[in-house]
């Protein structure tokens, strides 16, 4: 009786140690690690360049004024169509400036000074005249005395230059004499009043366009007075749409002329376009964090037909996405399974519930998913984010969303 109870206990110990044992080895064992897994697909993959850009109209012109003058007001506004040759502005001359009390004296005086002028000048040529008349005197008795042989012929000969120079004498008082009436006239003028653009005696200048086309901009839509150059208006076509975008140089060597762009974030439906040039030289442009960047200017034409970005006007903020490679039928794995290996990338696919490491080699990748030349197929399932604690064959728990 003593030996059974004996045996009894024995394995009742025996038991508890298994247990122990058994919660031991599951309490130290390694625990199936918690993943979130995506399949890999097949289907088109594009790579792009994705950058801000603004349009522009392809030719902009700017009508200015040929000379100083008074600009009429501007009936036009932005959004009005012109034709070529049509008047956009008209220019009157500009108002003499105001004379004040202090200048009107100093003018009234200059013009008693020039009609003083005027009567010193014609009193000289009075005086030549007399002159002039006194030497044709003496030549004519000198040439009658030479004749009957009383006088030398060098001393005819000196009357004759006499009166040559007499006359020029008196062309030169006469010159004096209209220089002093011109001076008269200038200090009459300077009191006339000034005369109000417009006036009855005022002629106007038409500014034309020089294309057809639509107004752009009106910097000075009132009367005003301008300086020889001052812009009247912009005028340009909005059918002749295109992109201007600031790309970094290390990505404008791959938006090569004819790459696809695809224009998005202008307000309405995305547009194709097409890359026209990419501009020789580069500038330095400051980023937002401070950062020196050489960039370049990428011009790019708008492919759809008009009606598509009709409402795209000139100045607008687009988005550019510039297609540097697009494949179809392309083995696709999302962006955030992948993580370097050795020289070059490798992926956890899920093996029932184990993971196992496996090699790939990528072909591109844009900013979602990567285009993979092999190492998975389409259908398996890869792990995305894989933690720091996963390994090769390690026992893993999809995680359910």
Do not use: C
Request: aromatic share 4%.
């Amino acid at each position: 009786m003593n030996v059974l109870k004996l045996k009894k206990t024995t394995w009742l110990w025996v038991a508890a140690g298994v247990a122990v044992l058994a919660a031991l080895a599951w309490a130290f064992s390694p625990r199936p690690v918690e993943v979130e897994t995506a399949a890999v697909r097949q289907g088109h993959f594009e790579q792009s360049i994705e950058e801000d850009g603004r349009t522009r109209l392809k030719d902009r012109y700017t009508v200015s004024a040929p000379v100083a003058a008074r600009v009429a007001r501007i009936v036009l506004r932005e959004g009005d169509r012109v034709a070529a040759g049509d008047v956009v502005a008209v220019l009157m001359p500009v108002m003499s400036s105001m004379v004040d009390e202090r200048s009107t004296r100093e003018a009234t005086a200059r013009l008693k000074a020039a009609a003083a002028g005027v009567e010193r000048a014609s009193a000289r040529v009075a005086r030549a005249r007399i002159s002039l008349q006194e030497a044709q005197l003496e030549k004519e008795r000198t040439e009658k005395l030479a004749g009957a042989g009383f006088l030398s012929a060098s001393r005819l000969d000196a009357v004759r230059l006499a009166l040559a120079g007499t006359r020029r004498e008196l062309q030169v008082a006469d010159a004096e004499r209209e220089m002093a009436l011109q001076e008269k006239a200038q200090a009459a003028a300077a009191l006339l009043q000034p005369v109000a653009a417009g006036g009855s005696n005022t002629t106007p200048l038409s500014v034309r366009s020089p294309v057809s086309g639509v107004v752009l901009r009106v910097p000075q839509p009132s009367e005003a007075t301008i300086a020889a150059g001052a812009a009247l208006l912009d005028i340009g076509d909005p059918l002749q749409m295109e992109v201007i975008s600031e790309l970094l140089t290390t990505d404008a060597v791959q938006a090569t002329a004819g790459r696809r762009v695809v224009i998005e974030r202008w307000g309405g439906p995305p547009v194709e376009g097409v890359v026209r040039r990419v501009e020789p030289a580069a500038f330095t442009k400051v980023s937002a964090l401070g950062v020196e960047e050489q960039r370049v200017n990428v011009l790019i034409d708008v492919s759809n037909p008009p009606e598509a970005w009709r409402s795209m006007g000139d100045g607008f903020r687009v988005s550019v996405r510039i297609v540097t490679a697009s494949i179809e039928q392309a083995v696709l794995a999302p962006l955030g399974a992948l993580f370097p290996h050795g020289k070059g990338m490798a992926a956890y696919r899920l093996d029932g519930r184990y993971a196992r490491l496996q090699p790939v080699e990528v072909g591109a990748r844009n900013n979602n998913e990567a285009w993979l030349r092999s190492g998975l197929t389409p259908g398996q399932s890869v792990i995305v984010y894989p933690p720091s604690t996963i390994r090769d064959g390690r026992k893993v728990h999809v995680r359910t969303p």
